[in-house]
Protein backbone atom coordinates (compact mmCIF):
# COMPACT_ATOMS: atom_id res chain seq x y z
CA UNK A 1 0.00 0.00 0.00
CA UNK A 2 2.77 2.32 0.67
CA UNK A 3 4.07 2.83 -2.82
CA UNK A 4 0.12 2.79 -4.01
CA UNK A 5 0.34 6.00 -1.44
CA UNK A 6 3.85 7.39 -2.78
CA UNK A 7 2.58 6.93 -6.57
CA UNK A 8 -0.75 9.36 -5.09
CA UNK A 9 1.65 12.18 -3.52
CA UNK A 10 3.64 12.26 -6.75
CA UNK A 11 0.41 12.85 -8.83
CA UNK A 12 -0.60 15.42 -6.22
CA UNK A 13 2.81 17.26 -6.46
CA UNK A 14 2.38 16.97 -9.93
CA UNK A 15 -1.10 18.41 -9.78
CA UNK A 16 -0.49 21.17 -7.45
CA UNK A 17 2.67 22.45 -9.44
CA UNK A 18 1.80 22.15 -13.23
CA UNK A 19 -2.21 22.39 -13.17
CA UNK A 20 -3.01 24.20 -9.95
CA UNK A 21 -0.69 26.84 -10.65
CA UNK A 22 -2.42 28.47 -13.67
CA UNK A 23 -5.53 28.99 -11.53
CA UNK A 24 -4.58 31.72 -8.82
CA UNK A 25 -7.77 33.02 -7.21
CA UNK A 26 -7.24 35.84 -4.65
CA UNK A 27 -3.23 36.31 -5.32
CA UNK A 28 -2.81 32.97 -4.25
CA UNK A 29 -3.01 29.14 -5.91
CA UNK A 30 -4.77 26.28 -4.09
CA UNK A 31 -2.61 23.89 -2.67
CA UNK A 32 -3.58 20.33 -2.63
CA UNK A 33 -0.78 18.37 -1.11
CA UNK A 34 -1.60 19.75 2.61
CA UNK A 35 -5.11 18.20 2.20
CA UNK A 36 -3.99 15.09 0.92
CA UNK A 37 -1.26 14.39 3.76
CA UNK A 38 -3.72 14.77 6.15
CA UNK A 39 -5.88 12.47 4.66
CA UNK A 40 -3.31 9.93 4.26
CA UNK A 41 -2.16 10.34 7.94
CA UNK A 42 -5.77 10.41 9.09
CA UNK A 43 -6.69 7.00 7.45
CA UNK A 44 -2.88 5.24 6.91
CA UNK A 45 -1.61 6.20 10.40
CA UNK A 46 0.88 7.96 11.32
CA UNK A 47 3.92 6.20 9.44
CA UNK A 48 2.77 6.70 6.05
CA UNK A 49 1.44 9.96 6.33
CA UNK A 50 4.92 11.10 7.92
CA UNK A 51 6.32 9.06 4.49
CA UNK A 52 4.25 10.63 2.22
CA UNK A 53 4.75 14.29 3.79
CA UNK A 54 8.41 13.80 3.28
CA UNK A 55 8.39 12.81 0.25
CA UNK A 56 5.78 15.99 -0.46
CA UNK A 57 8.25 18.21 0.84
CA UNK A 58 11.23 16.66 -0.72
CA UNK A 59 9.51 17.23 -4.31
CA UNK A 60 8.55 20.72 -3.13
CA UNK A 61 11.93 21.46 -1.96
CA UNK A 62 13.39 20.43 -5.75
CA UNK A 63 10.68 22.93 -7.15
CA UNK A 64 12.75 25.47 -5.01
CA UNK A 65 10.63 25.55 -1.76
CA UNK A 66 12.11 25.82 1.18
CA UNK A 67 13.48 23.44 3.40
CA UNK A 68 11.34 23.93 6.37
CA UNK A 69 8.27 22.91 4.04
CA UNK A 70 9.88 19.53 3.97
CA UNK A 71 9.87 19.74 8.08
CA UNK A 72 6.11 20.76 8.05
CA UNK A 73 4.25 18.92 5.75
CA UNK A 74 6.17 15.74 6.85
CA UNK A 75 5.26 16.97 10.32
CA UNK A 76 1.76 17.41 8.74
CA UNK A 77 1.20 13.57 8.12
CA UNK A 78 2.91 12.49 11.14
CA UNK A 79 0.56 14.34 13.66
CA UNK A 80 -2.32 14.23 11.97
CA UNK A 81 -1.89 9.93 11.76
CA UNK A 82 -1.53 10.32 15.77
CA UNK A 83 -4.27 12.77 16.50
CA UNK A 84 -7.12 12.95 13.82
CA UNK A 85 -7.69 9.27 13.21
CA UNK A 86 -11.34 9.59 15.01
CA UNK A 87 -12.96 11.13 12.45
CA UNK A 88 -15.24 8.72 10.12
CA UNK A 89 -17.73 10.86 7.57
CA UNK A 90 -16.29 12.87 4.93
CA UNK A 91 -17.53 16.20 6.30
CA UNK A 92 -16.12 15.27 9.77
CA UNK A 93 -13.10 14.49 8.16
CA UNK A 94 -13.62 17.86 6.37
CA UNK A 95 -14.16 19.83 9.61
CA UNK A 96 -10.99 18.52 11.17
CA UNK A 97 -8.87 19.01 8.26
CA UNK A 98 -9.08 22.76 8.65
CA UNK A 99 -7.69 22.73 12.37
CA UNK A 100 -4.10 21.40 10.91
CA UNK A 101 -4.62 23.32 7.67
CA UNK A 102 -4.90 26.62 9.79
CA UNK A 103 -1.37 25.83 11.71
CA UNK A 104 0.63 25.09 8.80
CA UNK A 105 -0.41 28.83 7.34
CA UNK A 106 0.06 30.32 10.99
CA UNK A 107 3.37 28.65 11.14
CA UNK A 108 4.12 29.99 7.65
CA UNK A 109 3.20 33.49 8.19
CA UNK A 110 5.54 33.11 11.53
CA UNK A 111 8.34 32.12 9.32
CA UNK A 112 8.60 34.91 7.42
CA UNK A 113 7.59 37.36 10.24
CA UNK A 114 10.57 36.25 11.74
CA UNK A 115 12.27 36.72 8.08
CA UNK A 116 11.29 40.45 8.28
CA UNK A 117 7.99 40.55 6.30
CA UNK A 118 5.32 42.58 7.73
CA UNK A 119 2.58 40.26 9.61
CA UNK A 120 -0.13 41.40 8.18
CA UNK A 121 0.91 41.13 4.25
CA UNK A 122 0.84 37.65 5.52
CA UNK A 123 -2.50 37.60 7.00
CA UNK A 124 -3.32 38.82 3.39
CA UNK A 125 -2.06 35.50 2.08
CA UNK A 126 -2.92 32.90 4.57
CA UNK A 127 -6.47 33.66 4.57
CA UNK A 128 -7.26 33.21 1.35
CA UNK A 129 -4.62 30.77 1.02
CA UNK A 130 -6.49 28.64 3.97
CA UNK A 131 -9.82 28.73 1.85
CA UNK A 132 -8.20 27.60 -1.15
CA UNK A 133 -6.34 24.12 0.59
CA UNK A 134 -9.55 23.63 2.27
CA UNK A 135 -11.88 23.76 -1.09
CA UNK A 136 -9.04 21.58 -2.59
CA UNK A 137 -10.26 18.47 0.01
CA UNK A 138 -12.57 16.80 -1.95
CA UNK A 139 -9.80 16.82 -4.72
CA UNK A 140 -7.38 14.81 -1.74
CA UNK A 141 -10.76 12.46 -1.18
CA UNK A 142 -10.97 11.37 -4.75
CA UNK A 143 -6.90 11.30 -5.24
CA UNK A 144 -6.68 8.77 -2.09
CA UNK A 145 -9.68 6.91 -3.22
CA UNK A 146 -7.96 6.32 -5.81
CA UNK A 147 -4.86 4.54 -4.00
CA UNK A 148 -7.33 2.23 -2.60
CA UNK A 149 -7.26 -1.27 -4.23
CA UNK A 150 -10.59 -2.95 -4.84
CA UNK A 151 -10.29 -6.10 -3.34
CA UNK A 152 -12.23 -8.76 -4.70
CA UNK A 153 -10.47 -11.82 -4.27
CA UNK A 154 -10.50 -12.29 -0.59
CA UNK A 155 -14.59 -11.90 -1.65
CA UNK A 156 -13.86 -15.16 -3.81
CA UNK A 157 -11.70 -17.29 -1.36
CA UNK A 158 -14.45 -17.17 1.21
CA UNK A 159 -17.06 -17.58 -0.89
CA UNK A 160 -15.30 -21.02 -1.45
CA UNK A 161 -14.43 -21.71 1.62
CA UNK A 162 -17.94 -21.72 2.58
CA UNK A 163 -18.82 -24.04 -0.11
CA UNK A 164 -16.37 -26.58 1.04
CA UNK A 165 -16.92 -26.24 4.73
CA UNK A 166 -21.24 -26.93 3.25
CA UNK A 167 -19.90 -30.03 1.57
CA UNK A 168 -17.75 -31.78 4.37
CA UNK A 169 -20.81 -31.59 6.58
CA UNK A 170 -22.82 -33.74 4.10
Known amino acids: MTCRLLLITGLAFLLESLLLIWFPLAGVRARLLPSLLFLIGAEQGADQGAKCGFLAG ?3 WLAGASPWQMALLTMLGG ?48 GPEWL ?7 LAVLLLALSKKKDTGSFRAAKSRRKRRRYKRT
Open 58 to 60: ALC
Open 132 to 138: LSAACFP
Open 79 to 126: ISGKVFHNATSFWGKWLVCLLPLAALETLRILGHWLLGAPLLAGLRIA
